[in-house]
């Protein structure tokens, strides 16, 4: 552990998942599962994805807590084929529904070249590119897709009526690194305005509108205006036609279609977790794939020549000012030596969120310098 400011402490990364994994057991999960929610949560914090990792911990434990998340899953295979199957989430941990069909889509792929899951009734499940991952490490090609509560306006809309509805494809690659590319289908995600708003930062211009179509920066009133729908993100290229913002229009509606039309599922205005003014699950749907690349080509082949890919951009021509071209995930991976060495970052108001849970969970000591 390290203090680097007033208000923020650096904190090992295995102290902060063993912090949650406390956490989830007090809240019912079982051991296993527990260990599944913590790790993928702390993979996003080592890989510098602060929106998606321990400040999202509490947002969990307000839910197991309002009864829309059960903290015990069950899934349930609806159907199933050689290399496809559709399940059902029950309202579980989002991250233990999406690990199983992940695991699923790729045992599949082992024996029918290609494995295809469709979820549906899950919840968040944090990082997208946690379960491509999981791929990459059986070398395989690997695809998850997720909707999400309605916060984005599509072209021409002021509506919140799409999710941010991310994309993630991992590969495997001869390089230090695989291929490993996460977006949301909108310029930001919910989970930035959160962060702005902890540190107390105005959200950039460019990324949220209200209904009158005007851009918005107040970080926290604009969390109130997303849950009530009175403001929406935007999809990746902007308002309007002008830098071409149908195109992350569309490839939200894209995510949509995989997730819940093939899963039988909900989308849209269903996805917003109330019914009136009452909380009520998710129900969210996603959409995973994995694909043996054997079925193709011999293994080390696809990993040389995507590695060639991504030699042949990072040393092409850099622009004035700059000395490096990243490919999906560098920064990432890069980002995870650096923090199991140096820790994780703490910020005041997330100090004090770890600090309240720990009283309230009743979870012991752990090491952290603001306990």
């Given at each position: 552990?390290?203090?680097?400011?007033?208000?923020?402490?650096?904190?090992?990364?295995?102290?902060?998942?063993?912090?949650?994994?406390?956490?989830?057991t007090a809240l019912g999960l079982s051991v296993s599962d527990a260990e599944i929610?913590?790790?993928?949560?702390?993979?996003?914090?080592?890989?510098?994805?602060?929106?998606?990792?321990?400040?999202?911990?509490?947002?969990?434990?307000?839910?197991?807590?309002?009864?829309?998340?059960?903290?015990?899953?069950?899934?349930?295979?609806?159907?199933?084929?050689?290399?496809?199957?559709?399940?059902?989430?029950?309202?579980?941990?989002?991250?233990?529904?999406?690990?199983?069909?992940?695991?699923?889509?790729?045992?599949?792929?082992?024996?029918?070249?290609?494995?295809?899951?469709?979820?549906?009734?899950?919840?968040?499940?944090?990082?997208?590119?946690?379960?491509?991952?999981?791929?990459?490490?059986?070398?395989?090609?690997?695809?998850?897709?997720?909707?999400?509560?309605?916060?984005?306006?599509?072209?021409?809309?002021?509506?919140?009526?799409?999710?941010?509805?991310?994309?993630?494809?991992?590969?495997?690659?001869?390089?230090?690194?695989?291929?490993?590319?996460?977006?949301?289908?909108?310029?930001?995600?919910?989970?930035?305005?959160?962060?702005?708003?902890?540190?107390?930062?105005?959200?950039?211009?460019?990324?949220?509108?209200?209904?009158?179509?005007?851009?918005?920066?107040?970080?926290?009133?604009?969390?109130?205006?997303?849950?009530?729908?009175?403001?929406?993100?935007?999809?990746?290229?902007?308002?309007?036609?002008?830098?071409?913002?149908?195109?992350?229009?569309?490839?939200?509606?894209?995510?949509?279609?995989?997730?819940?039309?093939?899963?039988?599922?909900?989308?849209?205005?269903?996805?917003?977790?109330?019914?009136?003014?009452?909380?009520?699950?998710?129900?969210?749907?996603?959409?995973?794939?994995?694909?043996n690349i054997e079925s193709f080509v011999p293994i080390e082949m696809f990993k040389?020549?995507?590695?060639?890919?991504?030699?042949?951009?990072?040393?092409?021509?850099?622009?004035?000012?700059?000395?490096?071209?990243?490919?999906?995930?560098?920064?990432?991976?890069?980002?995870?030596?650096?923090?199991?060495?140096?820790?994780?970052?703490?910020?005041?108001?997330?100090?004090?969120?770890?600090?309240?849970?720990?009283?309230?969970?009743?979870?012991?000591?752990?090491?952290?310098?603001?306990?």
């Amino acid at each position: 552990m390290q203090q680097i400011a007033d208000d923020i402490v650096y904190v090992d990364h295995k102290e902060l998942e063993r912090f949650m994994l406390k956490g989830f057991t007090a809240l019912g999960l079982s051991v296993s599962d527990a260990e599944i929610c913590s790790k993928v949560l702390i993979e996003s914090d080592i890989r510098g994805i602060e929106s998606h990792g321990i400040g999202r911990f509490k947002m969990y434990v307000d839910r197991i807590r309002d009864g829309i998340l059960h903290p015990v899953t069950k899934t349930t295979v609806i159907k199933k084929t050689d290399n496809t199957a559709v399940i059902d989430g029950n309202n579980g941990m989002g991250h233990v529904v999406a690990y199983q069909a992940m695991q699923m889509a790729i045992d599949m792929a082992k024996n029918a070249n290609v494995g295809m899951v469709a979820v549906r009734n899950s919840s968040h499940f944090g990082i997208t590119g946690y379960y491509p991952s999981m791929a990459i490490e059986n070398d395989m090609v690997g695809l998850a897709f997720s909707n999400a509560r309605p916060s984005v306006a599509p072209t021409f809309g002021v509506e919140p009526v799409i999710g941010t509805n991310p994309i993630s494809f991992g590969a495997p690659s001869d390089d230090d690194y695989p291929f490993l590319l996460d977006i949301a289908t909108s310029i930001a995600q919910r989970g930035n305005i959160e962060v702005y708003a902890r540190e107390g930062k105005e959200t950039p211009r460019g990324l949220i509108i209200d209904k009158s179509g005007h851009e918005q920066t107040d970080s926290r009133k604009l969390l109130k205006k997303l849950v009530g729908g009175f403001a929406s993100l935007l999809p990746l290229g902007g308002a309007g036609e002008e830098m071409r913002g149908y195109k992350g229009y569309g490839l939200g509606v894209m995510v949509e279609i995989l997730c819940a039309s093939f899963s039988g599922g909900r989308f849209g205005k269903a996805l917003s977790g109330f019914q009136g003014d009452m909380k009520v699950p998710h129900r969210l749907g996603h959409f995973f794939m994995a694909i043996n690349i054997e079925s193709f080509v011999p293994i080390e082949m696809f990993k040389m020549i995507t590695g060639s890919i991504m030699r042949e951009i990072r040393f092409s021509e850099k622009a004035p000012g700059h000395d490096r071209i990243f490919l999906a995930g560098e920064k990432e991976f890069e980002m995870i030596k650096k923090r199991k060495k140096d820790g994780v970052p703490i910020n005041a108001p997330l100090q004090e969120i770890i600090r309240n849970l720990t009283a309230e969970l009743g979870i012991g000591e752990f090491k952290f310098p603001f306990l």
